[in-house]
């Protein structure tokens, strides 16, 4: 198969969905299939190559919701010079991925008109909010959504506002897939009372929130030592934050970064809402860090089977009491750290890759 991926944001950002575009098109072509990734370049950058990603348009960074992403934009004579370069390549398929966000992925899937596939990698605005991009946002998803042939959620959280807009709506709900055979490593050693997080600073990931917590976990546990990793509008805060334990670092060389997670006992994931699954969960659970994690509905579909990690989204004392609890019931810790590790396999590209290409595979047959 020739398979056009649609990314909404920069690939050279970090991100769940960039990953799983990544990792499932690293996965395909070694099963033989030939894909492209079409992509905005990042805010400020010029459009460029690299391998299979195709830069088109330009982007805008912009901040919504409490996080921030790419607003993008391409004219109609580039779009038009890339859609005849899938043509005369061969393109047979379209997997596009959230693609009402402001406007490249859109523009390409017209441009295109080839069968598309729609991965919803996010909950949709509130009906409630008037923005104008939110109103944009919801007026996109219900265009789109009727032209897709089949739609694909990682887990049941972006369900109910979908249906809110197309009731009879019917979706295969399949976790992302990435290459977690980086973050296996059963002879790592942990740090005892050693806690984790990694992703990006700001408020819809709950940092806020988690340096409210800490000053309580730290009192409750004096060896305790927390490391953050990440960049982001809360930055400042987090820099600014003395705190007994804490250790910020803005980035590090991914190997590094998985070595860090693999010697880390606990991994903290305080995100109050917005997370569809929670990629940053399956990464830790493979390295054996045993996720602490609010109920908000994206991470309790990867947590569903030890709700006894999960703790009400939006407290910081609801937070640090259950990573207290976790932290001090020693002997349970080596049956929650395999259970981690056993339950990651389920986003394992070599687990989900041929669910994707059967989806695939059906849509071509079924157009055909």
């Given at each position: 198969?020739?398979?056009?991926?649609?990314?909404?944001?920069?690939?050279?950002?970090?991100?769940?969905?960039?990953?799983?575009?990544?990792?499932?098109?690293?996965?395909?072509?070694?099963?033989?299939?030939?894909?492209?990734?079409?992509?905005?370049?990042?805010?400020?950058?010029?459009?460029?190559?690299?391998?299979?990603?195709?830069?088109?348009?330009?982007?805008?960074?912009?901040?919504?919701?409490?996080?921030?992403?790419?607003?993008?934009?391409?004219?109609?004579?580039?779009?038009?010079?890339?859609?005849?370069?899938?043509?005369?390549?061969?393109?047979?398929?379209?997997?596009?991925?959230?693609?009402?966000?402001?406007?490249?992925?859109?523009?390409?899937?017209?441009?295109?008109?080839?069968?598309?596939?729609?991965?919803?990698?996010?909950?949709?605005?509130?009906?409630?909010?008037?923005?104008?991009?939110?109103?944009?946002?919801?007026?996109?998803?219900?265009?789109?959504?009727?032209?897709?042939?089949?739609?694909?959620?990682?887990?049941?959280?972006?369900?109910?506002?979908?249906?809110?807009?197309?009731?009879?709506?019917?979706?295969?709900v399949l976790p992302p897939a990435i290459?977690?055979?980086?973050?296996?490593?059963?002879?790592?050693?942990?740090?005892?009372?050693?806690?984790?997080?990694?992703?990006?600073?700001?408020?819809?990931?709950?940092?806020?929130?988690?340096?409210?917590?800490?000053?309580?976990?730290?009192?409750?546990?004096?060896?305790?030592?927390?490391?953050?990793?990440?960049?982001?509008?809360?930055?400042?805060?987090?820099?600014?934050?003395?705190?007994?334990?804490?250790?910020?670092?803005?980035?590090?060389?991914?190997?590094?970064?998985?070595?860090?997670?693999?010697?880390?006992?606990?991994?903290?994931?305080?995100?109050?809402?917005?997370?569809?699954?929670?990629?940053?969960?399956?990464?830790?659970?493979?390295?054996?860090?045993?996720?602490?994690?609010?109920?908000?509905?994206?991470?309790?579909?990867?947590?569903?089977?030890?709700?006894?990690?999960?703790?009400?989204?939006?407290?910081?004392?609801?937070?640090?009491?259950?990573?207290?609890?976790?932290?001090?019931?020693?002997?349970?810790?080596?049956?929650?750290?395999?259970?981690?590790?056993?339950?990651?396999?389920?986003?394992?590209?070599k687990t989900v890759g041929p669910k994707?290409?059967?989806?695939?595979?059906?849509?071509?047959?079924?157009?055909?």
């Amino acid at each position: 198969m020739k398979i056009v991926q649609l990314c909404p944001y920069a690939m050279t950002r970090p991100g769940g969905v960039q990953t799983h575009i990544r990792d499932l098109t690293d996965w395909l072509v070694q099963e033989g299939h030939e894909v492209r990734i079409i992509a905005p370049p990042a805010a400020g950058s010029n459009a460029q190559r690299k391998g299979a990603v195709i830069e088109l348009g330009k982007s805008k960074h912009v901040g919504i919701h409490g996080t921030g992403f790419e607003i993008s934009r391409a004219k109609r004579r580039n779009l038009r010079g890339i859609a005849d370069e899938m043509r005369d390549w061969g393109a047979e398929l379209i997997h596009a991925h959230t693609p009402w966000t402001p406007f490249l992925v859109g523009q390409m899937i017209k441009a295109l008109n080839l069968p598309v596939i729609t991965t919803i990698h996010a909950t949709l605005p509130d009906p409630k909010a008037g923005g104008v991009i939110e109103r944009y946002i919801r007026w996109s998803a219900k265009r789109l959504v009727g032209r897709s042939h089949s739609i694909i959620v990682p887990s049941e959280a972006p369900l109910p506002m979908l249906r809110a807009l197309q009731p009879s709506l019917r979706a295969h709900v399949l976790p992302p897939a990435i290459d977690l055979s980086p973050w296996d490593n059963p002879t790592a050693r942990k740090r005892p009372y050693s806690f984790f997080f990694f992703g990006r600073l700001e408020r819809r990931k709950g940092v806020d929130m988690l340096l409210r917590a800490w000053p309580h976990i730290a009192a409750a546990l004096p060896e305790a030592q927390l490391t953050m990793v990440g960049d982001g509008p809360l930055r400042k805060a987090v820099e600014g934050a003395s705190q007994p334990g804490l250790q910020y670092l803005p980035s590090m060389p991914h190997a590094d970064l998985v070595a860090k997670m693999q010697e880390s006992e606990i991994f903290l994931a305080p995100a109050p809402y917005g997370e569809s699954y929670g990629l940053v969960l399956a990464e830790a659970m493979a390295a054996g860090a045993i996720p602490v994690a609010t109920d908000n509905a994206g991470y309790a579909s990867v947590l569903k089977d030890r709700n006894v990690l999960l703790c009400v989204s939006g407290s910081a004392k609801a937070l640090a009491d259950k990573a207290i609890a976790v932290a001090q019931d020693r002997e349970v810790i080596p049956r929650h750290r395999q259970w981690a590790v056993t339950q990651s396999k389920a986003s394992d590209v070599k687990t989900v890759g041929p669910k994707y290409t059967a989806l695939y595979q059906s849509c071509l047959s079924r157009d055909g």
